[in-house]
T-cell receptor
Framework: DTAVSQTPKYLVTQMGNDKSIKCEQNLGHDTMYWYKQDSKKFLKIMFS???????INETVPNRFSPKSPDKAHLNLHINSLELGDSAVYFCASSLLARSSYNEQFFGPGTRLTVL | GQQVMQIPQYQHVQEGEDFTTYCNSS?????IQWYKQRPGGHPVFLIQLVKSGEVKKQKRLTFQFGEAKKNSSLHITATQTTDVGTYFC????????????WGAGTKLIIKP
């Protein structure tokens, strides 16, 4: 029973293409995230999303868009892929709490390679 | 802007030696979390520290949160091959109760 799952695990595509990465969590969490991890392992938050609020990191190009069909899913759509988009993309989720802070659970990652 | 700095970037140790990574925040943090990412894997939560001066232990791992709640450390005693990976600290981003700001990570490498 995978808590946070992502598909595909690997994605190789040409520059200019449009692609999507899917994420599902079965933890009943309120909040989901997309992170980009570059070759130097730096984790950069791209989006945070819960039922009421989408927070977009201002450095994320508008070619990237999150889409959430329901609370358990947060997909990432990327338009007009560029070489610099090559990275590992992680989906994560956490339980939103007003008065405490909760750990984030990560998916296995999607390695995107743009040729 | 808010920053979380983590040093060193890499640490090479012989198996059995100790390892320490340090995390420093530009702002006071209400809490700090630590994660471990194995090579080829994903970040996995290790622990959360909340109180000023807090020290927590998990077997050979010791986590500390500074008195001013602006710095933290993770110390591993007598490293083993299973400890290999990248260790990240993360704290709340601004006043968010769910967004985190991450350190750059410290990669633990065991010398052959």
């Amino acid at each position: 029973d995978t808590a946070v799952s992502q598909t595909p695990k690997y994605l190789v595509t040409q520059m200019g293409n449009d692609k999507s990465i899917k994420c599902e969590q079965n933890l009943g969490h309120d909040t989901m995230y997309w992170y980009k991890q570059d070759s130097k392992k730096f984790l950069k938050i791209m989006f945070s999303y819960n039922n009421k609020e989408l927070i977009i990191n201002e450095t994320v190009p508008n070619r990237f868009s999150p889409k959430s069909p329901d609370k358990a899913h947060l997909n990432l759509h990327i338009n007009s892929l560029e070489l610099g988009d090559s990275a590992v993309y992680f989906c994560a989720s956490s339980l939103l709490a007003r008065s405490s802070y909760n750990e984030q659970f990560f998916g296995p990652g999607t390695r995107l390679t743009v040729l | 802007g808010q920053q979380v700095m983590q040093i060193p970037q890499y640490q090479h140790v012989q198996e059995g030696e100790d390892f320490t990574t340090y995390c420093n925040s530009s702002t006071t943090l209400s809490n700090i979390q630590w994660y471990k990412q194995r090579p080829g894997g994903h970040p996995v939560f290790l622990i959360q520290l909340v109180k000023s001066g807090e020290v927590k232990k998990q077997k050979r791992l010791t986590f500390q949160f500074g008195e001013a709640k602006k710095n933290s450390s993770l110390h591993i005693t007598a490293t083993q091959t299973t400890d290999v990976g990248t260790y990240f600290c993360a704290g709340p981003f601004r006043d968010s109760n769910y967004q985190l700001i991450w350190g750059a990570g410290t990669k633990l490498i065991i010398k052959p």
